[in-house]
């Protein structure tokens, strides 16, 4: 089994997508289809994934038309071929760079032919990494007194272009389509624990990056779980799949990722004091996620930014088989199995 994990190239800095990397303004087109074929049928559905280089599974290469084979949307199209023992068809139409508006008019509207398919199934999306990472970088650059409203603006414009996001998925999806909205992990996480050039106005202190980053990405989540709820979507919360360890290292009776997952009803208030005060002391960078006391797995790759995975490459369109038998054996070592391990889990029974 080879895990890939290449070293920062042109691309990661681009295509950057979360709040762990840089970004520019450039993007770049990465739409693939490929095909999981079962021998003994015939029957093909269809998987919509809309979003940025995290879903089109960036791979750390300079190769631009290259892209992880099994990325989120792959493996969780894999459940559906397990499950239903027929061909599933995982589209992505994904732009790497792009931020929330981008994603939106040029992916979700503009090719939303893709989901009108008769045949489609599932529609997934997740946006405003890119959003953050240029907000992020502009207050980095601060000096004197911060000025907080570039990251406010970026949370603003990532919560009005994931409702619309949802909104027009559900104008142009089958009805029968499950809809899912990945929210946002946090790569970087340690190497954000630095102190800024500015200086708050209310304390004189200086700011810790990632004392302001974590409760603005906690407000985004939450935003993003609440707005699936009231719009018909599921939320995969790829924050508490990444973020903490799957055993108690506290002693408080609860699993580390069990316990900062998202609660239906909680509000934005109590999530944020939850995620980013209450049970900050279990975050983890996700360089070393821990599944038992004695196993890590690596979630990022090099560039501190993108999901690890497991398998080849591909470029444009291609088919192939399931990979494994059973249940997926790789669904907690890498952070594009675990991601989309963690959508799956919305996957109806029968299509």
Known sequence: MSFRQSGMSFVAVCAAV?????????????????????????????????????????????????VARRAAPVVQGEDLARKWNADIEVIRRTKSGARADDIFNNKIVAERSYMQAANTRVVMFEMCGNDYLQARDAFTNQTGTCNYSGLENALATCTTFMERAMQTIN??????????????????????????????????????????????????????????????????????????????????????????????????????????????????????????????????????????????????NGTGPMPYTGENPNWNRTGHDRMGTESSKFNPARP
């Open 18 to 66: 979360t709040v762990g990397g840089s970004a520019m303004a450039s993007t770049l087109n990465q739409n693939t289809s490929w095909t999981i074929d079962q021998p003994s049928t015939t029957t093909k559905y269809r998987v919509v994934a809309y979003g940025d280089s995290i879903y089109a599974g960036y791979n750390g290469t300079v190769f631009f038309w290259n």
């Open 171 to 316: 104008q142009n999806a089958p009805a029968t389509a499950t809809k899912i909205i990945s929210n946002i992990y946090y790569p970087g996480f340690d190497a954000d624990n630095v102190n800024t050039r500015c200086t708050d106005s209310a304390t004189g202190r200086v700011v810790n990056r990632r004392d302001r980053f974590l409760p603005l990405l906690a407000r985004s989540n939450w935003r993003a779980c609440s707005l699936a709820a009231r719009y018909g979507f599921k939320c995969a919360d790829s924050f508490a799949e990444y973020m903490a360890a799957d055993y108690d290292t506290n002693g408080d009776g609860q699993v580390d990722s069990a316990a900062i997952r998202y609660i239906q009803g909680e509000s934005e208030a109590a999530y944020v004091q939850r995620i980013s005060v209450t049970l900050r002391s279990t975050l983890r960078d996700a360089n070393a996620h821990f599944v038992n006391p004695s196993t890590s797995f690596n979630y990022i790759q090099s560039d501190n930014v993108h999901p690890t995975y497991t398998g080849g490459t591909i470029s444009g």
